[in-house]
């Protein structure tokens, strides 16, 4: 009609800043996802090494505490022996109280097993959410120095061994923490078997003799205990090449 216009649309694509920006929004629901994923992954990667520094506080604090009663027990004894002239009373006291000592001795010993054992599975675990960390962000792998599986090899890594000093790991068994309270085991019970001995009125040398074997008796019982115990000394047993590294020794 004469008078009238008509709106037409206008033809033609619309410009670009009208589309909606879907491709921008997965982006920025991707990058919010990645990021969500290494905050948890970091919260969990915290609460296994506070958990793995609650163990070796306990391990340290028990080691100390069996050591303080063994200090006590040998002062007692020392005054008890000083008072009777290593009488009567010496052996009775000696008897009641070294036993209790052994005991935990023996106690603080398996712990210190199992909290090595619970150190493995944190160290585990962290190597595990390291290996997720790369998935994430490949381009870290250079920056990390401790393991990122849960081989063997890797396992080593993080306890601060390389590949070449794994063969090693069967000589620092003797130097950690579990070895040398066994070891002052061994001489609790090696003390205690040299006076029960004695008390049957053997001679000083061979009562001596009955003690040295208590000890090494006493001492191979709990390192083959503690080996097989150990996942440490499993994993150690199953990695790759352990097969022929064991028939060359």
């Known amino acids: 009609m004469p008078g009238m216009t008509v709106d037409r649309m206008p033809e033609g694509v619309p410009p670009s800043s009208a589309l909606p920006r ?112 790369l998935e994430i962000d490949p381009g870290l792998a250079p920056y990390f120095i401790s393991g990122i599986s849960e081989d063997a090899v890797e396992i080593f890594k993080t306890f601060g061994s390389t590949e070449e000093t794994l063969d090693t790991g069967r000589f620092h068994g003797f130097v950690t923490t579990p070895s040398t309270i066994g070891f002052v085991n061994a001489m609790l019970a090696a003390v205690l078997a040299a006076i029960v001995v004695a008390q049957m009125h053997m001679p000083v040398v061979p009562a001596a003799v009955v003690g040295v074997v208590a000890f090494l008796l006493s001492a191979v019982i709990l390192a083959i205990v503690g080996y097989r115990s150990q996942a440490m000394a499993s994993l150690a047993a199953s990695r790759p090449g352990s097969a022929r590294n064991d028939s060359a020794g």
């Open 22 to 133: 879907a491709a921008d929004s997965v982006a920025a629901d991707d990058a919010a996802r990645r990021a969500v994923r290494v905050q948890m992954l970091a919260t969990e990667h915290w609460s296994l090494l506070a958990t793995r520094s609650l163990s070796w506080n306990e391990a340290f604090a028990r080691a100390n505490m069996f050591l303080s009663l063994l200090s006590g027990a040998v002062v007692a004894l020392a005054l008890v022996a000083q008072a009777s002239a290593f009488g009567d009373a010496f052996v009775v006291f000696a008897l009641l109280v070294l036993p209790v000592v052994l005991f935990v001795g023996l106690a603080t010993y398996v712990r210190l097993l199992e909290i090595n054992n619970e150190d493995y599975v944190w160290v585990r675990g962290m190597n595990r959410l390291r290996g997720a960390y």
